[in-house]
C-alpha cells in the first residue's frame, strides 16, 4: 500500500513532505524525530509552508539524515541545522557532504548556506540500529551505492525503505551495474519490503527474509 499523508510503522509515524521536486519523509520514533532528505536551497519557506499543513513544527524535529548529497536533497540542511537540527552523516558519507556546493556558488545562489563539518553527528553505518533505537526507530541505515557513492538507504523493521534517489528496481537490468545490483540485493537481505523513493512512486518488492 502506497504512502500517502502519514502511517503508523510499527510505532513509527511516518509523514510525506512535498514542498518542491523531492519527496522527503519525517519519522516521528517514540522519543525522537528524523527527517530524510531536504529539498534546493531557498525552499526553506516552503518547508515551514508543508509543515504548518500538518500542524507539526520544526523545532520538533530532532535529527536530519540525507540520503545522498545531491542539491534537490541537502540544499536546505545548514538552514535546518541553525534551528538545532541535528545532521546525521554516515561515516561512508564523510567525504561527499561538499559535493554539491559549487553548483550552488556557479548559480550565485545567495541563499545557499554550506555544511559546517565541524556541527554534524558522525555515525558508522553499522552502528546505525543502536542510533535509530535511541529515537524510538525500529530499523538500519546501510549503504546503496548506485545512483552515487555516498547514497544510503533507511529500512525499518516492519520493511518500508527510503532509498532516496536509488533506481528502481525494474530498471536494474538497463543499467548492467554489478554496484547497483548488489544494492538492491542488500535491500531485500535487510528486509525491504516498500520503497519509498524521493521521485518515483512507492514500489513493493520482496524481502528475503
Same mark, same amino acid.
Given at each position: ?12 509515524? &511516518?509523514?510525506?513532505? $512535498?514542498?518542491?521536486?523531492? #519527496? ?8 525522537? /524525530?528524523?527527517? %530524510? ?77 554550506? &555544511?559546517?563539518?565541524? $556541527?554534524?553527528?558522525?555515525? #558508522? ?8 533505537? /535511541?529515537?524510538? %526507530? ?72
Amino acid at each position: 500500500m502506497a504512502l500517502e499523508n502519514n502511517a503508523l510503522a510499527n510505532n513509527v509515524k &511516518i509523514t510525506k513532505l $512535498k514542498y518542491g521536486h523531492t #519527496k522527503c519523509y519525517l519519522l516521528h520514533g517514540t522519543s525522537k /524525530s528524523l527527517l %530524510i532528505d531536504t529539498d534546493w536551497s531557498g525552499k526553506l519557506p516552503a518547508f515551514y509552508h508543508a509543515l504548518g499543513e500538518k500542524n507539526l513544527r520544526a523545532q520538533d524535529i530532532n535529527y536530519l539524515l540525507i540520503t545522498h548529497y545531491h542539491p534537490d536533497h541537502m540544499g536546505i540542511a545548514a538552514n535546518l541545522m541553525h534551528i538545532g537540527i541535528k545532521l546525521i552523516v554516515m561515516d561512508c558519507q564523510q567525504n561527499y557532504i561538499h559535493q554539491s556546493d559549487h553548483i550552488f556558488y556557479k548559480d550565485n545562489d545567495s541563499s545557499f548556506q554550506p &555544511i559546517d563539518d565541524q $556541527k554534524v553527528k558522525v555515525i #558508522k553505518i553499522n552502528q546505525s540500529p543502536e542510533f535509530l533505537a /535511541s529515537c524510538g %526507530i525500529p530499523g538500519a541505515i546501510i549503504s546503496t551505492p548506485g545512483h552515487t557513492n555516498d547514497s544510503i538507504s533507511l529500512i525499518l523493521d516492519n520493511g518500508d525503505a527510503f532509498v532516496g534517489d536509488l533506481y528502481p528496481q525494474n530498471q536494474v537490468p538497463l543499467y548492467n551495474n554489478p554496484v547497483l545490483t548488489n544494492s538492491w540485493q542488500k535491500l531485500q537481505d535487510n528486509g525491504a519490503s516498500l520503497i519509498h523513493f524521493a521521485h518515483y512512486a512507492d514500489e513493493s518488492i520482496t524481502s528475503n527474509r
